[in-house]
């Protein structure tokens, strides 16, 4: 009964290619989340998404587009992938706390751009 | 633009000391702070939140106090052990709404 799950877990692909990540939360909350976490271990939040509309979008490349199907998932499509996207990105969820909302996160989905 | 800093040198330490770790913010004044911690290859998982009109909280082996006035967060592990081994992350929302966290510090518990 895994409360934020992601797949895959690792993914290799080529420059150039397009991926998706899943996240999936069984929590019940309203908030979802993509974070990126570079080589340096800094965990930037790219999008947070509550109820499905989008509320937050930071200054993230438009190649990444975020899809909220219901409150449950959040899904990252990647277009045209470029090394620099090589990270672990992370899904997490919370309740609508304004500014005390802990974060659930996800186990990580490892991309390794070529 | 608000920042979390952590230090980024790993600390290490002896099986029974208390470990402790620093958390300091600028250009921002947060009502609440949160640590986090993250073991390899796994997401990070909340474990204290400390509100900026609570100077101290424990839970456990854990401690944690919030200076307003320094803009400092102390997160302190008492009778460390080997399990305690991983890295520690602050956070807080920043004006935007948005969680934003330190670069973390790794923590080592030598047997």
């Known amino acids: 009964d895994t409360a934020v799950s992601q797949t895959p877990k690792y993914l290799v692909t080529q420059m150039g290619n397009d991926k998706s990540i899943k996240c999936e939360q069984n929590?019940?909350?309203?908030?979802m989340y993509w974070y990126k976490q570079d080589s340096k271990k800094f965990l930037k939040i790219m999008f947070s998404y509550n109820n499905k509309e989008l509320i937050i979008n930071e200054t993230v490349p438009n190649r990444f587009s975020p899809k909220s199907p219901d409150k449950a998932h959040l899904n990252l499509h990647i277009n045209s992938l470029e090394l620099g996207d090589s990270a672990v990105y992370f899904c997490?969820?919370?309740?609508?706390?304004?500014?005390?909302?802990?974060?659930?996160f996800g186990e990580g989905s490892r991309l390794t751009v070529l | 633009s608000q920042k979390i800093e952590q230090n980024s040198e790993a600390l290490n330490i002896q099986e029974g000391k208390t470990a402790t770790l620093t958390c300091n913010y600028t250009n921002y004044s947060p009502a609440y702070l949160q640590w986090y911690r993250q073991d390899p290859g796994r997401g990070p998982v909340f474990l204290l939140l400390?509100?900026?009109?609570?100077k101290e909280k424990r839970k456990e082996r854990l401690k944690v106090t919030f200076d307003t006035t320094l803009k400092q967060s102390l997160f302190h592990i008492t009778a460390s052990q080997p399990a305690d081994s991983a890295t520690y992350l602050c956070?807080?929302?920043?004006?935007?709404?948005?969680?934003?966290f330190g670069q973390g510090t790794e923590l080592s518990v030598k047997p």
């Open positions: 997490a969820s919370s309740h609508r706390q304004p500014n005390t909302g802990e974060l659930f």
């Open positions: 400390i509100r900026e009109n609570e």
């Open positions: 929590l019940g909350h309203d908030t």
């Open positions: 956070a807080f929302y920043n004006q935007g709404g948005k969680l934003i």
